[in-house]
């Protein structure tokens, strides 16, 4: 079997470090750390930089747009509101849900959708990949099982047509668009959603197959590799 040399990365991988925490962070600690020669003017400069650093960063990830018209007052009340999303958030999501045609939503039902991690963008990303009558049922098992429109965006890159069951199944099993990817340059690219999900469980790794098919041969069948790791378990 011959091996292929395109490979889809999985360029939307989680990191744990936030740059914007990392760089707070930093500020905040050399304001804390007297310099030779520096006054305490110097420090207080640092302090209030960190303080607005903090601001700026809550207002982009909040979307409540610390410069906007409405001014950093409103911004400052959305950002330290730490009990839910803002109003201007949560009406700024509604209109967007209304224009896709969810309509009759309340406050509640937006702050529950977003709690688990449904909010417009990620609605209207999952629409756009061919998934348009999404309801928000499947929306909400999709976002738990942590399918990414990355995710779902990268295994129709591969071939796939998916349904949003097999999208949850794929990911309950911890498989990612990577692996997927990976075992695809590795020779099968006929691997079924069912046998991914299968390898993943019993634990097959991308090294295990080298391995095995620099003993066997690389046209090694993808249904042996899996019976050589029960056995071996």
Known sequence: ?????????????DTDDDPLDTYIEKMVDKSRTPESGSSSSGVTGRIILAIVIVFVGLSFITGTGFFSSDGPTNAISSVTDFGGPSQDL????????????YTDLTDEDLTS???????????????????DELTLDDARRLARADASSAF?????ELGYVLTV?????????GVT???TSNIHDLGYRDVTPDQLIRMQR???????????QAERGDDLP?????????SNQ
Do not use: C, P
């Open 1 to 13: 079997m011959n091996r292929k040399s395109d490979n889809y990365q999985n360029q939307w991988r």
């Open 152 to 156: 779902v965006a990268m295994m129709i």
């Open 177 to 179: 668009a990577f692996y």
């Open 113 to 131: 959708l977003r709690e688990d991690g449904v909010t417009a963008t990620y609605i209207s990303n999952i629409r756009s990949l061919g998934f």
């Open 222 to 230: 993808l249904e042996e590799i899996i019976r050589h790791r029960i």
């Open 90 to 101: 949560l009406d700024r999501m509604n209109a967007l849900m209304v224009e896709m045609g």
């Open 202 to 212: 019993i634990g097959v790794s991308t090294s295990l197959i080298e391995e095995l």
């Open 165 to 173: 069951d097999d999208l949850v199944q794929l990911r309950d099993a």
